[in-house]
């Protein structure tokens, strides 16, 4: 079946540093990928999404490119904020029309 | 972007009472929308997907009668926890699909339920 891996955490880096966050997958076919945000003591929102294989989603400085090769999508941050401290959930939408999450890495960011 | 709300934010109940808990679309029509439940520290797990007009369907090892899901608009779904227990205590986020988009799905802030 369908499911998504991602690196476990917590990541603590320091202001500035590059991020990177593992992410593979397990599916049928070529789902769409996506990196959603969440904020402590908050919903989950959308981060950024690709639909196809080399596609490169980008949103606020973080990129993730599809990789259909190694099924992965790995999310990565040239140099991370104090205020990117959160969890980040990588995520494949499968045929059902359903939503896979993995299980959540946590960021923190020291100044 | 779009935006769904969730009412209420936290809510307090005493075991053996019922909650409701609402998702609303705000700016858009939601044929579906999702209702998870997340543990402290673990992923989003799907409890059910609600359908508007028609009966939810429930992920494996959800109790129906007890997690009740109504969505009688396009815009408004809702999770009646019933005779909650305090192992019923948790983060509860709806999510709703834009019936525009396929695959686009929008998150409420969710509603922080606890048992005591």
């Known amino acids: 079946g369908n499911s998504v891996t991602q690196m476990e955490g917590p990541v603590t880096l320091s202001e500035e540093a590059f991020l990177t966050i593992n992410c593979t997958y397990t599916a049928t076919g070529y789902p769409s990928l996506f990196w959603y945000v969440q904020y402590p003591g908050e919903g989950l929102q959308l981060l950024l999404k690709a639909t196809k294989a080399d596609d490169k989603g980008s949103n606020k400085g973080f990129e993730a490119t599809y990789r259909k090769e190694t099924t992965s999508f790995h999310l990565e941050k040239g140099s991370v904020q104090v205020s990117d401290s959160a969890v980040y959930f990588c995520?494949?939408?499968?045929?059902?029309?359903?939503?896979?999450f993995g299980q959540g890495t946590e960021l923190s960011v020291k100044p | 972007g779009a935006v769904v709300s969730q009412h209420p934010s936290r809510v307090i109940c005493k075991s053996g009472t019922s909650v409701k808990i609402e998702c609303r679309s705000l700016d858009f029509q939601a044929t579906t929308m999702f209702w998870y439940r997340q543990f402290p520290k673990k992923s989003l797990m799907l409890m059910a997907t609600s359908n508007e007009g028609s009966k939810a369907t429930y992920e494996q090892g959800v109790e129906k009668d007890k997690f009740l899901i109504n969505h009688a608009s396009l815009t408004l779904s809702t999770l009646t926890v019933t005779s909650a227990h305090p192992e019923d205590s948790s983060f509860y986020i709806c999510?709703?699909?834009?019936?525009?988009?396929?695959?686009?799905?929008?998150f409420g802030p969710g509603t922080r339920l606890t048992v005591t």
């Open positions: 995520a494949l939408y499968n045929q059902g029309g359903k939503l896979i």
């Open positions: 999510s709703a699909r834009d019936q525009t988009l396929s695959y686009e799905q929008y």
